[in-house]
């Protein structure tokens, strides 16, 4: 069986997904600020949380399947190119660069990873038992 990991633009990909899952929630945010005012700050910041967990999670997966081996590797890797590429958008977009959205955004990413990368070997494995026949005993 073929070794493969995910290259370069797997990577950047999933990183993609991920800024463009986070970066759409606060676009929402920010546009339907008539709607959400009427929701208590602290629920938007778990929510916002959940949601930058969710997205780690999402990409992470995507970018683990392509791995045959190294899942949890896939996963911090792919953490850091989200990581990175979030901290192109933040310095880029944004007027007044936040610490604490950096640093939220990458435990997120790190735990997203992680647990996409756990997902994702979880799923392998479960097809792998489903493909291999159960040795026949003495009849």
Same mark, same amino acid.
């Given at each position: ?20 899952? +986070?970066?759409?929630?606060? $676009? ?12 208590? +700050? ?7 949380? +959940? ?10 997966? $995507? ?11 896939a ?12 901290? @192109? ?6 007027? !007044? %660069?936040?610490i604490?959205?950096? /640093?939220? @955004? @990458? ?7 992680i ?5 994702? @070997?979880?799923?392998?494995?479960? $097809?792998?038992? +489903?493909? /291999? %026949?159960?040795?026949e005993? %003495? !009849?």
């Amino acid at each position: 069986m073929k070794k493969r990991q995910p290259d370069l633009n797997d990577y950047i990909a999933g990183a993609m997904l991920a800024n463009g899952i +986070v970066w759409t929630w606060l $676009q929402m945010l920010s546009s339907m600020r008539n709607l959400f005012s009427r929701i208590p +700050v602290g629920i938007l910041a778990d929510a916002s949380f +959940v949601i930058y967990l969710l997205s780690g999670i999402v990409a992470s997966y $995507q970018v683990c399947k392509r791995a045959s081996s190294g899942h949890l590797v896939a996963g911090v890797k792919f953490a850091a190119f989200a990581w990175g590429l979030s901290l @192109l958008i933040i310095l880029s977009m944004v007027s !007044e %660069p936040s610490i604490g959205m950096a /640093t939220t @955004l @990458l435990a997120c990413f790190v735990a997203g990873g992680i647990a996409g990368a756990y997902l994702s @070997l979880r799923s392998a494995l479960r $097809q792998k038992r +489903v493909k /291999t %026949p159960a040795p026949e005993g %003495p !009849e």
